[in-house]
């Protein structure tokens, strides 16, 4: 779509991608969501890159992926993404995954917000580059993005199911643990038969950054028979619950 | 280079696939050499999806690397395949990575197998398709590959520095622990300083499949300061030494 407010990308689903279904793992294609946002804000002056000249970098808060069909082993898929709306210190962006010939197998939505680098405080996208970003937005009466928001958490009787450590092949260039790798982590806690008809949404919501060597601890609740909770909190030792890390709910099919 | 007999694909290095200093995580370039593999062999015919027809499938036995520089995010990268010989039950395939601008910045050799799916037992590759793999070779003297051969392993005081259990996300399509897994839990074993100068050459020997739910235990001892054997068994107990699944050599900078 050149420039204009929608950009599409080719996905290939690798051979070392696709569990032991075929289907492509949801951290994998929650990589190359990522991906297509990052692309699809460089292309239009909003990239990290760019951000760095004004000490300004995006934080991705939440991230929710719904799939009709997980695309499987050497599928061609495409992913669109568009930004939604920008609410001062938020900015929804959302995607449409489709296969090679044009049918949607998928949606995702995700927030995000802008912080300045030094304070590591939220800043107001509305006046960020005089506004620009307001450019961009494809309104949901333009491109339906068919599928509910982010939910919300409620942890009442979640259930401390694993604790891990973390090391260098889950930390980022920031020295963060990857978003990325929380997904594994948190699909790890599950047997290998709850994925024998793929998962059919999945939803994260990023509360606080945790680093090398950071100790995780996963707590689990289930809301009905295929669909659960975690919590991942961190550092947690006895009589200190530690520091939320993220959240995040799974529905298996 | 078209339907000659060196393929070369162009590969991105990705913001989720670097590390904390900015360089291409080593199991993410291993699936890209395996990829590419896996590519140039279908391209002429003995790729996974025929193979299935006989009932034989590629098994990689060994993969050393050897990088005089690693590439770095946003980095667009070349690599280049062929194989070098064919020796009854394996042959040697190589690598070369080259910058955009056509220095190379490492090289790296594999051995593979052919087996039959039934038995599990590796083929002559001289007899199957009428020894039409030796229509792909590339010798020594055409494509110099100038790294070291691949090195024996002899563990004399190695150490038990880890045991880890595995999960959904080590697994592959074949329900084995996917080959790329074993380096990323191999490398997690260092801490975060190791890695300040980058990895200089990694070197991995394959013995034998582990499947989901198999305990993996690490064995470690020095070569030199910078140099390090490590030893993965399977399902170790106590009076039982387990089996070991793969043995690898790492050289950090």
């Given at each position: 779509m050149g420039f204009g407010k929608i950009d599409t990308y080719p996905v290939y689903v690798e051979p070392f991608h696709v569990d032991y279904t075929g289907r492509i793992f949801m951290g994998v294609l929650g990589n190359h969501l990522l991906n297509a946002a990052g692309n699809h804000s460089a292309k239009r002056g909003w990239g990290i890159g760019d951000l760095n000249g004004t000490r300004h970098t995006w934080v991705l808060s939440r991230l929710s992926i719904e799939m009709t069909e997980m695309p499987v082993q050497y599928d061609h898929i495409n992913i669109s993404t568009w930004v939604e709306s920008v609410i001062k210190l938020f900015t929804n962006r959302n995607f449409a995954i489709t296969r090679a010939d044009g049918t949607p197998c998928g949606y995702a939505r995700s927030i995000w917000a802008m912080i300045d680098?030094?304070?590591r405080r939220p800043c107001d996208l509305l006046s960020?580059?005089?506004?620009?970003?307001?450019?961009?937005i494809v309104s949901e009466e333009e491109n339906v993005c068919p599928i509910e928001g982010h939910g919300r958490f409620r942890f009442r009787d979640a259930q401390l199911v694993r604790t891990i450590d973390t090391y260098y092949?889950?930390?980022?260039i920031n020295g963060h643990i990857n978003s990325i790798k929380y997904i594994e982590h948190i699909l790890n806690l599950f047997p290998k038969d709850a994925f024998k008809n793929g998962i059919r949404r999945f939803e994260i919501a990023y509360k606080a950054e945790s680093y090398m060597g950071d100790r995780l601890s996963f707590y689990q609740q289930a809301v009905s028979e295929r669909e659960f909770d975690i919590e991942v909190r961190k550092n947690v030792t006895e009589g200190n619950a530690g520091e939320v890390v993220c959240q995040a709910r799974l529905r298996f099919n």
């Open positions: 680098m030094e304070t960020l580059y005089e506004g620009d970003i307001l450019n961009y092949s889950d930390v980022d």
